[in-house]
């Protein structure tokens, strides 16, 4: 094997800071992921990354910046791959993901040594290395839809001796000829989970994945399967995940449909309309009843906020009176506003559960139950069949 972490000294010494880092971020009960942190050489799988300025173009930093070898052992997200859309805008496609959050969902998952883990979303293989470290190559799978992405993944995880098996493909599918998985980890958010996943994972085998159905709305989700369905709840606390593409390219945006109806409706709510002052009843609205896809900001001191979904619906919530009420006006088919005070109002009535209250059960017919604490609890809301992204 020939040596790649001999040419960048100094980056042991990173990487022991880094596992400090993420053990007082996070409350791992299993060392040796920290000792996989501190073995793992991240900068060989980040070799550059993406950062955005001020206008909101990307630079590109690498070996020749001198903030780069600092930069890939902070505990930050790092953006390292772009695509360009039908308008010519950069769109995010792959980053390496916080180490922090990384470790917090490994130990969520209770992952043993001899399991059998699925890895969804490849991206830089930093993961795919934890991974290779903790459980041995031949028990570790990944699957990533972008060909690049697996390509230098594999070069990069053999330059460091290891060859666990990955592919190039769709994800939602998982992947079959190394099922079935004790574990699946889901580095990419899904609005459902996909079928194909249950039926890989072995009865009593656990499945974490960031479960968005809609914008912002939705966390990760730690499930169990059962003879019969898939259950368990969401994680205290929240995270968010690229959305995971169906195509190796940018999915295309999907304009809402243009609105039939001009009638509007006004009226005031005392909610803050930003989704993160909110997420769990921002969930509930959007479960099982719209998926809002939009969002924008607007007046003259961009303090509007304006949403919209795919059915055309969209509703505008102004900026707080010196009494904290905000105007709202909503038009097209369906009053969105109207679900997110509806939620709220529920939510508050249940005293205002946090995530790890919030539990969903999936059974074999593709229906996802979201549920309050028990799963015959309140605020029962069911998902539509999991279809994978559309
Ligand atoms: C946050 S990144 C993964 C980070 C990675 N685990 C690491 O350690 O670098 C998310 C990845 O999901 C991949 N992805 C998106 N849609 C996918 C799909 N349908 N199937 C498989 N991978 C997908 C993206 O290409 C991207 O590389």
């Not at 070898?69 to 993901?97: F, N, W």
């Not at 004790?182 to 009593?204: F, H, K, N, Y």
């Not at 499945?207 to 169990?224: F, I, M, P, T, Y």
Request: hydrophobic share 35%; proline share 8%; charged share 25%.
């Amino acid at each position: 094997v020939n040596d790649p972490t001999t040419t960048t000294p100094g980056w042991s010494a990173l990487a022991a800071e880094l596992a400090r880092k993420v053990a007082d971020a996070v409350d791992l009960g299993d060392l040796t992921w920290l000792d996989a942190v501190r073995r793992t050489p991240r900068h060989v799988f980040v070799p550059r990354f993406y950062r955005q300025d001020g206008r909101g173009d990307w630079d590109t930093i690498g070996p020749g910046d001198p903030s780069w070898l600092d930069s890939v052992y902070q505990d930050m997200p790092l953006v390292t791959a772009l695509l360009t859309d039908e308008r010519g805008h950069k769109i995010v496609v792959s980053s390496s993901t916080k180490p922090a959050l990384m470790l917090r969902m490994l130990h969520a998952l209770d992952i043993e040594p001899h399991h059998r883990v699925l890895e969804i979303g490849t991206g830089t293989g930093y993961n795919a290395a934890l991974l290779c470290r903790h459980n041995g190559d031949d028990a570790v799978f990944s699957i990533d839809i972008g060909a690049d992405l697996v390509s230098t993944a594999r070069t990069r995880l053999a330059e460091l001796g290891h060859t666990p098996t990955l592919r190039v493909g769709d994800g939602m599918r998982g992947m079959p000829g190394g099922a079935p998985y004790d574990r699946i980890i889901a580095t990419c958010s899904v609005p459902a989970i996909p079928s194909d996943w249950t039926e890989q994972l072995v009865d009593g085998g656990l499945l974490l994945v960031d479960l968005k159905v809609g914008l912002h709305a939705g966390n990760l989700v730690l499930l169990r399967r059962h003879p019969d369905r898939l259950e368990g709840r969401f994680l205290p606390k929240w995270a968010a995940f690229m959305s995971a593409r169906d195509r190796d390219a940018v999915t295309p945006t999907r304009a809402p449909s243009v609105s039939q109806s001009d009638a509007i409706t006004q009226s005031m709510t005392r909610i803050d309309p930003d989704p993160w002052s909110g997420l769990v009843p921002w969930f509930l609205a959007q479960a099982g009843e719209i998926a809002l896809s939009g969002y924008g900001l607007r007046g003259p001191n961009l303090d509007t906020r304006r949403f919209s979904s795919l059915d055309g619906s969209w509703c505008q919530v102004g900026p707080p009176d010196a009494d904290g009420n905000r105007q709202v006006s909503e038009g097209g088919p369906r009053r969105l506003w109207l679900k997110v005070e509806h939620a709220h109002r529920e939510w508050n009535e249940h005293g205002q559960p946090g995530w790890d209250r919030i539990g969903l059960t999936i059974t074999p017919d593709g229906t996802h139950r979201v549920w309050l604490d028990t799963p015959n609890g309140t605020l029962r809301r069911s998902l539509q069949p999991a279809t994978g992204p559309t």
